[in-house]
T-cell receptor, first 112, second 114 residues
Framework: GAVVSQHPSRVICKSGTSVKIECRSL??????MFWYRQFPKQSLMLMATSNEGSKATYEQGVEKDKFLINHASLTLSTLTVTSAHPEDSSFYIC????????FGSGTRLTVV | AQKITQTQPGMFVQEKEAVTLDCTYD???????LFWYKQPSSGEMIFLIYQGSYDQQNATEGRYSLNFQKARKSANLVISASQLGDSAMYFC???????????FGKGTRLHILP
């Protein structure tokens, strides 16, 4: 089946630094990628939709300048958490609408 | 208003018993799709089953079946002969119309007891 490779799986960063999360489609071309955030024991909340070659679409309440999304090619979408703070600590997961919906394995971000 | 409602935050079920996880949804679009995912503690999202709004029959995938009651806007997941490995978080999700994005319910944590 289709695979979305997400890296890193875990990252710990200092407050104020930026972190980049990558989602790469390995055996298909992903023109669209959805980015979700999941706080502990909560549901997946859609943050934004990235589209190859155009600007990302952000959900209401999501700060565009804080969560930078880039979809530079048909196989790579990235989410950069800029100037991360402890409240940004969460589980971030991407999903491509291919073969049903193919999810990455998620990134657990801890900001200290 | 919530689009997807899962009213059971947690459930405890004896191994080998069947279990039903509830999901109700809200949409005015005649074309939609309903999904169930399993999320173990590792965090990965495992696709279980899909039901399209125009599908005439209830979806089944091995031990999973979806009890689709369109008039009630209900899409309950039934797991037959539960196993210890079924212990996980389960999410109901929906896609509406031509929109590709899917929205998740709050989930149900299922505990299978030996």
């Amino acid at each position: 089946g289709a695979v979305v490779s997400q890296h890193p799986s875990r990252v710990i960063c200092k407050s104020g630094t930026s972190v980049k999360i990558e989602c790469r489609s390995l055996d298909f071309q992903a023109t669209t990628m959805f980015w979700y955030r999941q706080f502990p024991k909560q549901s997946l909340m859609l943050m934004a939709t990235s589209n190859e070659g155009s600007k990302a679409t952000y959900e209401q309440g999501v700060e565009k300048d804080k969560f930078l999304i880039n979809h530079a090619s048909l196989t790579l979408s990235t989410l950069t958490v800029t100037s991360a703070h402890p409240e940004d600590s969460s589980f971030y997961i991407c999903s491509a609408p291919y073969d049903g919906y193919t999810f990455g394995s998620g990134t657990r971000l801890t900001v200290v | 208003a919530q689009k997807i409602t899962q009213t059971q935050p947690g459930m405890f079920v004896q191994e080998k018993e069947a279990v039903t996880l509830d999901c109700t949804y809200d949409t005015s679009d005649p074309s939609y799709g309903l999904f169930w995912y399993k999320q173990p503690s590792s965090g990965e999202m495992i696709f279980l089953i899909y039901q399209g709004s125009y599908d005439q029959q209830n979806a089944t995938e091995g031990r999973y079946s979806l009890n689709f009651q369109k008039a009630r806007k209900s899409a309950n997941l039934v797991i037959s002969a539960s196993q210890l490995g079924d212990s996980a978080m389960y999410f109901c999700a929906m896609r509406e119309g031509a929109d590709d994005k899917i929205i998740f319910g709050k989930g149900t944590r299922l505990h299978i007891l030996p």
